[in-house]
């Protein structure tokens, strides 16, 4: 057998983050589409760390580091700001939150 | 024995990614939250295959640990039993099926005819400890220190933003 091609990850990768999007523009549960913005992210790691390996560099794998950190604290921050906004608004349903829609 | 783990964890991978945003049986956040678990350590089998083993273990400790504890503790705060008996809209799903398939099939479609890394082969780079610790180090210190920075400002706007009374 032989080995997997860069182009196999990169199909798998391209596929979760379509997954992701579909994600974010069906679901209408604030956190589910949370969720669905960290398989996009996680989606980009495994490129970035596929391309890291097939061309023997290794800052792909470090920006792949730095996104990590990144997602973590996006994750924080946006958590805080779903729970303050359930807690004036008593909702996650991303169509009861319309105040800045034309 | 490397195409048939590729394949096994490619496929949890994307079942699983695939189950947290649309499942048949329930429309339950935790639900999500555990497929995207279940996600997450399928991904980091892949990172293991690409030699990626700091990677695969970071990606433990701080998605599957940190982040998803972060997720179902949010889940347990708000009260979501109403949110599940809302119906998807089927207009809304069969567009973003289709606008999200035709994007598919852009990016694979060009992925097949570039014929992208081709010839490279796939047993060089080792991305152990040792060697991602010395790149980031000697390459990257000003952007790790400026990631310990933004950890902090994401520590104060969480802090700040969960207060009782927002000013």
Same mark, same amino acid.
């Given at each position: 057998m032989n080995a997997v091609s860069l182009q196999e990850y990169l199909v798998v990768s391209a596929l979760l983050f379509c997954l992701g999007l579909l994600g974010v523009i069906v679901r209408r549960n604030i956190l589910v589409i949370y969720m669905s913005l960290e398989l996009m992210l996680n989606a980009a790691n495994l490129a970035l760390a596929a391309f890291s390996r097939f061309n023997n560099n290794l800052n792909g794998q470090v920006l792949v580091f730095f996104i990590i950190a990144v997602a973590a604290s996006e994750v924080a921050v946006g958590l805080a700001l779903i729970v303050a906004l359930y807690r004036r608004r008593q909702t996650t349903h991303v169509e009861d939150l319309a105040t800045l829609r034309l | 024995m490397e195409p048939v783990f590729f394949y096994i964890f490619a496929g949890l991978t994307l079942l699983c990614g695939g189950l947290v945003i649309a499942n048949p049986f329930t429309r339950n956040p935790v639900t999500s939250a555990m497929f995207l678990f279940l996600t997450i350590l399928s991904m980091s089998g892949l990172f293991v295959l690409l030699h990626a083993f700091f990677l695969a273990a970071v990606q433990v400790l701080v998605y599957a640990g940190a982040v998803m504890v972060l997720f179902v503790f949010v889940i347990m705060l708000l009260d979501l039993k109403e949110e599940e008996r809302r119906r998807m809209k089927l207009a809304a799903v069969v567009l973003g099926a289709v606008a999200t398939g035709v994007i598919a099939l852009a990016m694979i479609g060009a992925m097949r005819h570039s014929? #992208? +890394? &081709? +010839? &490279?082969?796939?047993? #060089?780079a080792e991305g152990s400890t040792i060697a991602l610790g010395k790149n980031l180090f000697a390459n990257f210190a000003l952007p790790f220190e400026l990631v310990s920075l933004l950890l902090l400002v994401a520590m104060i706007g969480a802090v700040l933003l969960s207060k009782k009374d927002l000013r």
């Open positions: - | 014929r #992208v +890394g &081709l +010839g &490279l082969e796939s047993n #060089v």
